[in-house]
């Protein structure tokens, strides 16, 4: 293989793992969003 293949290649691994790892921290980030929000509810159910 040529050199460009492989720095192309190379780039789009870099790629896809930066892709991931911005997916895991948004999946990390959005459940604890969620969990927030629920426990928000939670104190507004026991107050009514």
């Given at each position: 293989i040529s050199l460009l293949d492989y720095e192309t290649r190379m780039m789009h691994s870099k790629q896809?793992?930066?892709m991931t790892m911005m997916?895991?921290?948004?999946g990390k980030l959005l459940h604890k969003e969620i969990h927030k929000l629920g426990s928000w509810k939670?104190?507004?159910c026991n107050k009514a």
């Open positions: 896809s793992e930066i997916q895991i921290n948004l939670r104190k507004v």
